[in-house]
């Protein structure tokens, strides 16, 4: 039987001390009542006390497994580019959350679609039992998606939208082969950690899946084809010769990021990816484009591959599809994607209504003016940051699209790199900078294979003045930290 009655164990401590005395008139339980009430009123002023930075931190210290790493902020509030700290500092927020907020923190439409659903139902298992909102995502999807993808599977994270996408593309082509680039990322579960070609994220972790191999990225600042000048696409090229040297032939797909997040804001020229395609489907393969980090907005286009005029086999995506609740998706034309057939694929989360009905609020609202924002705040950022290059030894490259721009910081008296391109990257510097940022108020990431990149990934919703500070606060720290 259900009962609206309150739990009376909502607070058991507190409560176990108040229901033990209060009909006993004693004079021993008098007495106990005093030292239970004092007892009483130090838990309640505990209970009431406010968490600080390091209560949160040592928190996670005790009670969370040690692998997450820290900016230095704890976050108690945020609102659009803003974070707040439990103890009352203010940061302007230059990485949201690793490129997840796009339509700003906290924004209100998401939130209350979020609500709505919440006040209808929770979970049903949306494979099981259908619904509508899932089926209002699915569609918009198939609306804005480039090309002829229609169908889409939901799930809860980037890492497992691209091990589905593997899966549905060893289903349909019957191959089992896949390739994906040197420094790529593409997730940290077994499967797509085979793909993400770094081996800090591998080590003691080994053997994850086999039949993947791995071909040069399009970095042109330290590519040895290209001696570091503008990118002539040879390493699409070298897609054949991987093909042949490193696979039996059985290949089920290429895949890549339309622009490298994790690997250093690596963006590539004009062709590449065309190119990349038509090896792949000359080889019998899919290509899957992994939209994780790039999509809804975040390089100035819906999706990054809107810039190179290519429609993926299969895409993935998740971030900034739902504002920052967990939701992943991968879709595909309706001809690959039907080669999945019952009990292939399964997600006891995927598809939570909750989340679906943010997303379908998150697109509302970057169809509103935010992309265009992006695109036109990111043209004046790119230019803001190649006068860096100029003015600053150690800045070694700018680069990026819309509001998803890295600096590449290297050491210059170090001569070049093993690769005989460039300077040596310096991640110490990196980390500094970082420190400085964040000493002026300023949340910002870095990344890069090298640990050398200060990454622009901020809310799309920023404005001008903000950007302009972030910019600043750049420049202020390089000033200090070459002085």
Not at 244 to 268: F, K, N, R, W
Not at 304 to 315: E, G, L, W, Y
Request: proline share 5%.
């Amino acid at each position: 039987m259900i009962s609206d009655e309150p739990n009376p164990n909502r607070r058991p401590i507190a409560s176990a001390l108040v229901r033990q005395n209060i009909y006993d008139t004693s004079e021993n339980s008098t007495q106990g009542r005093e030292s239970d009430s004092a007892a009483f009123h130090i838990i309640m002023s505990k209970q009431s006390m406010k968490p600080r930075n390091d209560d949160v931190v040592s928190r996670y210290d005790d009670y969370v497994m040690p692998i997450w790493k820290t900016l230095n902020v704890p976050i108690k509030h945020a609102s659009n580019c803003v974070v707040e700290d439990y103890n009352g500092n203010e940061y302007l927020d230059v990485f949201s959350g690793i490129s997840v907020t796009n339509v700003g923190h906290n924004n209100e439409a998401v939130v209350e679609a979020a609500k709505s659903q919440l006040d209808k139902f929770v979970h049903g298992c949306s494979y099981v039992h259908p619904n509508q909102t899932v089926a209002e995502l699915g569609e918009r999807l198939a609306e804005v998606t480039p090309g002829k993808l229609a169908k889409s599977f939901f799930c809860n994270s980037g890492t497992e939208a691209v091990e589905g996408a593997i899966k549905l593309a060893r289903k349909h082509t019957g191959s089992k082969e896949v390739i994906a680039l040197e420094m790529g990322f593409h997730g940290r579960t077994l499967g797509s950690l085979s793909l993400t070609g770094n081996s800090a994220y591998k080590k003691e972790m080994a053997p994850t899946i086999n039949d993947v191999a791995h071909v040069a990225p399009p970095y042109a600042y330290r590519c040895q084809m290209c001696d570091g000048g503008f990118c002539s696409c040879a390493c699409a090229e070298e897609l054949e010769r991987v093909i042949g040297t490193h696979t039996s032939g059985d290949l089920a797909a290429v895949i890549v990021e339309p622009v490298m997040g994790e690997g250093g804001i690596i963006v590539p020229p004009e062709g590449w990816l065309q190119r990349v395609k038509e090896i792949t489907h000359n080889h019998g393969g899919l290509l899957i484009v992994d939209e994780v980090q790039t999509g809804y907005g975040r390089t100035g286009e819906l999706f990054a591959v809107d810039h190179f005029d290519t429609v993926p086999d299969i895409m993935s995506q998740a971030k900034g599809i739902a504002n920052g609740l967990p939701l992943g998706a991968f879709t595909a034309p309706a001809e690959i994607a039907n080669s999945f057939e019952p009990g292939d694929h399964l997600s006891t989360f995927g598809g939570n209504p909750v989340a679906c009905a943010a997303a379908l609020a998150t697109i509302d609202e970057l169809q509103d003016g935010i992309v265009e924002n992006a695109r036109d705040q990111g043209v004046w950022l790119g230019e803001q940051l190649a006068t860096l290059e100029d003015e600053f030894d150690v800045v070694g490259d700018t680069r990026g699209l819309g509001l998803m721009y890295g600096v590449e910081l290297v050491d210059p008296k170090s001569g070049t790199d093993p690769m005989d391109v460039a300077p040596d990257p310096d991640p110490t510097l990196a980390k500094h900078i970082g420190e400085r940022l964040r000493d002026q108020g300023i949340v910002m990431g870095i990344g890069g294979y090298h640990k050398n990149v200060i990454r622009f990934q901020p809310p799309l919703t920023i404005k001008r003045d903000q950007l302009q500070r972030a910019v600043s606060g750049l420049r202020t720290a390089l000033e200090v930290e070459i002085a």
